[in-house]
Every structure is written in C-alpha cells, then in structure tokens.
C-alpha cells in the first residue's frame, strides 16, 4: 500500500529561526501516527506544511502523491484537520454549524456528523455563543470526524474535554484506522497516544530526533538498583541476552537505572547475586521515552555509560 504521507528533509525557516529541520518521514496507510513534543518542537509547522498552508523553505512534502505546494486544494480535498485553535461559526446553532460543512467539503456526510455528535453527547439546539470551550471542541469534532477522507489530522482533540468524553474520542480514532483511514495524533496526553498510537515521532526544537513503534514499548522495562557501585558492569552474556540498552550512574549514592528489551529472566539472576538493598522493575512506558528524549540529563544529573 505504501505511505500516505511522506516528508523528505523538509525544513522551515523564519527569518533565523528555524521551525523544522531535514524532518524526513512516512505515515503508513492505515495508522495512527503520533506527534510528540512540547509547544514550540515544530510539530504544528509540520502539519501546515502538510496541508499547504506554509511553503516549505527546502525539501519537500507529500500527501497521497499530491504536493501542497503544487495543488493545496486536492490535500486538504483528501484530509481532515482539527486544529488546536480550531474556531467554528458563533452566530450559528450546533445542528447549522454540521450541515453547513458537511455541505461544504466534497465527502461531507452530515449524518455521520450528528452520529458523532450524538456519541459525544452535545446538544446541537444551542448557539455556539452559548456554548462551552468543552462543548465548541465537541462541536468541532463532529464536523471534522464526518467525512471519511483518507487522512485525518487531530491536533490536540481531546482538549477541554472530560474523561468520559475523551474516551469515547480515542474509540472514534480508532474506528477510523479500522476504517482504514490514516490518522496523524497531536496530543500532550501520552496516556492517549499510548493506548491509540501504533507509531510515534519525538520533535524536539524543530528536529525529528526519535521514532518508536509503540510494540517495541511494551517489551521494555526499566530496573533501578541501590548499592551496585560504581564500577559495576552488567556482564557481556547478559547484556546481550536482555539486549540492555542504557546503564545509567545517577549522583544519589550507588543508585543504577537499566533500561532493557525483552526477557529479563538472565539479568534478575545476576542482580540477585549482588548485595542490593532495593530494586524496582517497572515497564518502561512512554512517559519515560519522552523524559528521555527531552531531557536526557536528568535532574540528578544523570550520565550514561556504554555497555
């Protein structure tokens, strides 16, 4: 099937300051992919240079073999965009908002989008004056999930909303990657890109620095240690065996982090034979990654060592 997206060192500048650097990257057909990063990583400038709303200042983008740059209209005529900021019309009532869109995009389905708006609970009678933010972003949703196109782009969805409803999203992104549409996931909530997300990219200060297949996240596990010593080293056997991927020496006395892949059986042997006097296993979930990736000293002033 190939990639519904793809970016080859795609970079943009304003004036000095650079948004997105050499961002080279394919979202399958049929995924859910993950943007991850604080404010300011370039994950909202990459979406616009998706669809078409900025020109890139080198490289090049593709949504389903159509170049934004080229021909805006036929990408967004393909894609879905909830914004963060997005803004629907005050004037009007909920049900008006819907089929005023609906009539508007080419795939525009306004029975889908009450559908939505009935799974998300929102009272379409109201103007959207009179609204909440909670209820807008509902509103917004229901307009955006309606036509099934091939892409869909969220960027923060479930903001303002409660857990409830934030649930019932994450079944609405999930319903269209069995849909087979592609779904491209901004969100600052790891605990939702972890439970929809089959893929995710780390940005950080404008630059792709990590990919992860959220398969390889669950066979990964961090272990903490007390009393190892500083001159420890995890025997070559074992660490080849628990594919052990970083050792790292925190400031706190004799204090040891192991991040591993896999089977941990042959480390817990050898750990059992040293004089410990604590060890925590945890899974090592994407919240760890992601303080990995974005402040890889930590605050103990951690080092890594090879191993």
Same mark, same amino acid.
């Given at each position: $099937? *190939?990639? +519904?997206? /793809? ?16 961002? /080279? ?8 992919? *993950? ?20 020109? !890139?200042?080198? *490289? ?43 009539? $508007? ?12 708006? =009935?799974? +998300?609970?929102?009272?379409?009678? @109201?103007?959207?004056?009179?609204? &909440?933010?909670?209820? #807008?972003?509902?509103?917004? +949703? ?12 969220? =960027? ?10 934030? &649930?019932?999203?994450? =079944? ?31 940005? @950080? @200060?404008? #630059? ?18 007390? =009393? ?6 995890? !025997?070559?056997?074992?660490?080849? &065996? ?23 059986? !042959? ?10 006097? #604590? ?5 090592? *979930? ?13 605050? +103990? ?7």
């Amino acid at each position: $099937m *190939g990639d +519904l997206v /793809t970016c080859d060192r795609l970079s943009k500048r304003f004036g000095g300051f650079h948004a997105l650097t050499d961002c /080279t990257l394919g979202v399958r057909r049929g995924e859910i992919f *993950g943007l991850l990063g604080p404010n300011g990583a370039g994950k909202t400038t990459l979406i616009r240079l998706l669809l078409g709303f900025l020109h !890139p200042s080198s *490289g090049k983008c593709e949504i389903d073999g159509i170049d934004p740059v080229n021909d805006g209209i036929a990408v967004r005529r393909c894609t879905s965009y909830l914004p963060g900021d997005a803004h629907v019309p005050r004037h009007m009532r909920g049900r008006s908002v819907l089929r005023f869109f609906a009539e $508007m995009h080419p795939d525009g389905d306004l029975d889908r989008s009450l559908a939505v708006a =009935d799974r +998300l609970e929102l009272d379409l009678k @109201r103007h959207v004056a009179f609204m &909440s933010t909670g209820m #807008r972003q509902k509103l917004a +949703l229901s307009v955006v999930l309606g036509p099934r196109t091939p892409l869909l782009i969220l =960027d923060e969805p479930t903001a303002n909303l409660d857990p409830s409803v934030r &649930s019932a999203v994450l =079944d609405l992104v999930t319903e269209a990657r069995d849909e087979n549409r592609t779904v491209m996931f901004s969100s600052h909530v790891l605990s939702e890109i972890e439970q929809t997300c089959d893929r995710v990219v780390f940005l @950080r @200060r404008g #630059r792709l620095v990590r990919e992860l297949e959220m398969t390889e996240l669950a066979q990964k596990h961090r272990i903490t240690a007390a =009393d190892l010593g500083e001159a420890i080293q995890v !025997p070559d056997a074992i660490a080849a &065996s628990v594919h052990v991927s970083k050792l790292v020496h925190t400031n706190r006395p004799s204090q040891w982090k192991i991040d591993t892949v896999g089977d941990l059986s !042959p480390l817990l042997s050898w750990l059992d034979s040293l004089s410990l006097s #604590r060890v925590r296993i945890e899974p090592l *979930g994407l919240r760890s990654v992601y303080d990995d990736v974005h402040n890889p000293i930590d605050g +103990l002033g951690a080092s890594e060592v090879t191993v």
